[in-house]
C-alpha cells in the first residue's frame, strides 16, 4: 500500500489530495464537489471509509489532476468529511486505487512523489 499527498487543481480549486492505493474508490467532500459537474445516484452507496459506515448518494467528476497530468476525469463518490491525514490537514481528495489503475497513475512512496510514465499522453480507444 502507498500514499502520497499533492495539491491537485479541480477546475480551479487547489483541494488537498491524498492518493491511496488502500482505497478502492475516490471520495470528495461537497467543497470540491460544488465546482464539478454532480449527478445524483439512484440509490444510496455503503462505504466504510476510515472505520466509519457513511452513506453517499451524489457523484462527481474531478476534472483536473497534478500539474504534469491535467486533464484527469475520474469518477468520485461524494462525502459529508473524509478525514485528516498524518499531518492532520483536512483531505479534500481520496484518490483510490482504481482511478489511479484507470488514468496510469503510480506511487513512489519512498520519493512521496506520483509516478506518471503510464499516464496516457495520447487518446487510445479500445
Do not use: C
Not at 10 to 17: A, E, I, K, L, M
Not at 20 to 40: C, E, M, Q
Not at 53 to 79: C, K, T, V
Amino acid at each position: 500500500m502507498g500514499r502520497i499527498r499533492e495539491v491537485i487543481d479541480v477546475n480551479g480549486r487547489n483541494s488537498w489530495t491524498l492518493f491511496d492505493t488502500g482505497a478502492r474508490n475516490t471520495y470528495i467532500p461537497p467543497a470540491v464537489a460544488s465546482v464539478l459537474t454532480v449527478h445524483k445516484a439512484r440509490h444510496p452507496v455503503r462505504t466504510a471509509l476510515l472505520a466509519v459506515a457513511s452513506g453517499g448518494n451524489r457523484n462527481g467528476y474531478p476534472g483536473s489532476g497534478p500539474e504534469r497530468a491535467p486533464h484527469i476525469y475520474p469518477h468520485a463518490m461524494m462525502l459529508d468529511h473524509i478525514g485528516l491525514d498524518e499531518e492532520g490537514k483536512e483531505i479534500e481528495i481520496l484518490f483510490g486505487a482504481l482511478a489511479m489503475q484507470q488514468w496510469g497513475i503510480g506511487l513512489f512512496p519512498a520519493e512521496e512523489k506520483l509516478d506518471l510514465s503510464h499516464y496516457p499522453r495520447e487518446f487510445v480507444e479500445w
